[in-house]
DNA sequence: TGCAAACATTGATTCGCGTCAACGAAGCGA
DNA sequence: TCGCTTCGTTGACGCGAATCAATGTTTGCA
């Protein structure tokens, strides 16, 4: 199919060594494999699954992968770096909706109607498997294990969301602001990255709106939490340094 | 199948009469279809799908449709009636995830894992459609539009949870309490139901929980709604009488 | 390398909503 | 129908976070 790539502007200048930013990495070699959609797959379930997914260039920070109201074609895979999800409410203010790091599936906002209602940019370069929806439908009706798997990721997205509910509900913003320290950590260890050390691809003011907490109390909270040696917050990189006592402002189970 | 209707306790005590009390009502025959799981399939295909939903008995209010934890099997269609979704946070709090109105799915936060995340309870008397979730994964590889339906009722689901991450980010009392109200009229409306006279079926604290703002909060924002002449209040019954006030004081968008 | 724009921090002040308390109203079982 | 329990309303008060403002820091482009 031709217009492959073309939805990604610049020619790459990253390595192509890493599976995650060759494009050329098939699903079977890629070693998100264990977080993404392959996951519960037998190798030629996954090779046919791998036919219909694109491997773009990689987008530069700030890129659209997509807009509000853009037609919805596709669900995208995060192969590297990570988006942010918003949308503009009617008076015209950014919501963020979600932070989506490797191995995580975006753009599920836009299967049930025909097109996004969601924007999703690159927060750093970054780099995703586009996975045609009507061609992942199809293939779901012929692999009954993918079309399992495919429900599965969505109920979590459900699952995600409703947790999210929960935590804007009633809690402080340092409850707020150590739930996402919480899951942010969670999400890397999962995939093998340091759970106590990581960078903050997104700013303050992301974090805040993500929230619902102003920039300002976001940073407040940052201090309070760094006072109380919970954290050293340098920047956008975190070191975590008391994980109990971090669970502990939390007040909210980060099991999943 | 044995024990098709042994999750419901008590005799029915009413009438029959009405499709959506009626356990014996088909897909095909039942008056909601153009809201539930039926629409966009051909009648064969409703008959086969009917064939895997299991009708019980009315739930009487208060009664638990499933409890958080409990081994995830199906999802439930409301036939009549409505359920709030709640679960308990570690610090032992509640928190309300969800009204459930006729035509609509519930129970799709087990998807995922074994186990629901969130509890189900009949917040009157009402009835439920069972669909077994393995049966239905099996009848959707069989019938790409099922498939294809489903997916876009578990898209639905996370697109309401967005907009609800949305409302709960930045909103003031009056502004989640004007959006519950659009949105409980919208649902009404969309099943031939006055837009703008309805029972509200849920006590203030659920709204409150729901919404994220105390019981207190709740009742003056009614108070302060009712004396702009937005609504009517008494007691559980709403009126809304001045329909685009109410969407000005919600200020987001309510169509969906 | 330097400058401007975007981002982040900190302080002072304000205000919406939570909390506490008291009481009235509705719902329900005996 | 009574009496209890749950639910809902109203008022007083204080706190946490928003807002406003000023300033420092980082980033990215020319």
């Known amino acids: 199919m031709p217009g492959n790539s073309m939805k990604i502007s610049e020619e790459p200048k990253v390595a192509r060594a890493r599976c995650h930013t060759n494009p050329n990495v098939s699903c079977s070699d890629c070693r998100l494999g264990a977080l993404c959609l392959p996951i519960a797959l037998s190798t030629e379930e996954v090779d046919q699954l791998d036919e219909i997914v694109k491997r773009g260039r990689p987008l530069q920070k700030g890129d659209h992968l997509f807009r509000e109201s853009d037609e919805f074609h596709s669900v995208y895979a995060v192969r590297s770096g990570s988006f942010k999800a918003y949308s503009i409410t009617d008076s015209g203010e950014v919501q963020v909706t979600g932070f ?4 995580e599936i975006l753009g599920m906002d836009g299967i049930s109607s025909r097109h996004h209602c969601a924007s999703a940019v690159a927060l750093e370069v970054s780099s995703v498997c586009e996975i045609p929806f009507e061609r992942l439908e199809g293939l779901a009706t012929k692999l009954p294990s993918l079309q399992h798997h495919f429900f599965r990721i969505m109920g979590k997205e459900i699952i995600k969301d409703q947790q999210m509910l929960t935590l804007l509900g009633c809690n402080s913003a340092d409850e707020r602001l150590s739930s996402l320290l919480l ?5 890397n260890s999962s995939r093998h990255l340091s759970a106590t050390k990581f960078r903050l691809a997104m700013t303050r003011s992301d974090i805040g709106n993500y929230l619902g907490i102003t920039v300002e109390t976001v940073s407040r909270s940052f201090g309070r939490l760094q006072k109380n040696n919970v954290l050293k917050v340098t920047n956008k990189e975190i070191e975590i340094l008391d994980m109990d ?3 502990k402002a939390a007040n909210v189970n980060q099991d999943k």
Chains 1, 2 share one sequence.
């Open 100 to 103: 989506y790091l490797p191995g």
């Open 183 to 187: 899951s942010i950590s969670a999400r």
């Open 245 to 247: 006592a971090l669970k």
